[in-house]
């Protein structure tokens, strides 16, 4: 095929021997199918944000870190420099989150480089060495379903463990390779402690797996594996290996605003006499 323009550089300088052809194209990037040596990859071209139809993407950014304040500046004024700086910003969220999820235990395509808007990363395939499919296009046995839910379930509670959340997960981002589901874009990933919508989008995320996977074993339909795995991690007590039920009862009881009022005033008092102190010392 005609080799794309936003792939050209690459394939000027060695990084991409042929382009073999376009696997699909998405909200935020298309990929294509390439040859780097003896190894067949995927090359994923990010859109500019102009063509990008990635709804209320200010909701993701929201708590990112930028690498230096000259950078967050420019990107808070809306320069050129600022907006392309944003871009690279939104493109290397990606691949810092495939390398710190793989570390963690999560199954993810292996990066190789981004460069100038295009990340090349290991192209996921099922046992006859064919593109991988996406799980909204097989069928599961309920067996199978229960099975991939709990190990779906695991890997989210070990990205939020990793401090992040997905942001997008549904059964159009994981693909079924011989070894069960691989979860791929992650360019919109949030931090989840920084960010406001972190839990409800944590919510959304393992809903839609439920959901899905709920078609075939339908007691994952009433499962609350969202709220039992999110109050684990407010209360610090989450972990890889944490044991789910996919059952959660919401605390009825009150908090008790008085005591709490009482404890502020409390402390206050205390600051206000270690202040006066303070000063009769000096």
């Given amino acids: 095929m005609k080799i794309p323009k936003r792939l050209q550089p690459l394939v000027d300088d060695g990084l991409i021997d042929d382009v073999i052809r376009r696997l699909k194209s998405g909200k935020e990037a298309d990929v294509f199918i390439v040859r780097c040596g003896e190894e067949i990859r995927c090359a994923k071209v990010y859109k500019e944000a102009d063509k990008r139809n990635f709804k209320q993407a200010v909701h993701y950014q929201e708590g990112r870190k930028v690498r230096n304040s000259r950078d967050a500046r420019a990107m808070s004024k809306g320069s050129r420099f600022g907006r392309r700086q944003q871009e690279e910003a939104w493109q290397n969220t990606e691949v810092d989150a495939l390398y710190l999820l793989a570390k963690a235990g999560v199954r993810v395509p292996q990066p190789d480089i981004c460069l100038d808007g295009v990340l090349l990363m290991e192209l996921i395939t099922d046992e006859e060495g064919l593109v991988a499919p996406r799980l909204s296009d097989v069928t599961l046995t309920p067996e199978q379903a229960r099975?991939?839910?709990?190990?779906?379930?695991?890997?989210?509670?070990?990205?939020?463990?990793?401090?992040?959340?997905?942001?997008?997960?549904?059964?159009?981002?994981?693909?079924?390779?011989?070894?069960?589901?691989?979860?791929?874009?992650l360019p919109q990933v949030v931090d989840a402690a920084a960010n406001n919508h972190a839990k409800s989008m944590f919510e959304r995320d393992i809903n839609n797996m439920s959901q899905y996977y709920g078609q075939y074993a339908p007691e994952l339909l009433t499962s609350k594996y969202a709220r039992e795995i999110w109050a684990l991690y407010q209360e610090g007590n989450l972990t890889p290996e944490s044991a789910l039920s996919g059952k959660f009862v919401e605390s009825n009881k009150r908090a008790d605003v008085g005591s709490v009022l009482e404890e502020i005033q409390a402390a206050s008092e205390e600051h206000q006499r270690q202040l006066m102190a303070r000063n009769e010392e000096d």
């Avoid at 989210?156 to 994981?174: P, Q, T």
């Fill in 147 to 185: 099975a991939d839910h709990a190990l779906m379930m695991n890997y989210a509670v070990r990205m939020l463990c990793a401090g992040l959340v997905h942001g997008d997960l549904s059964e159009f981002n994981v693909l079924m390779d011989k070894n069960g589901p691989v979860i791929i874009d």
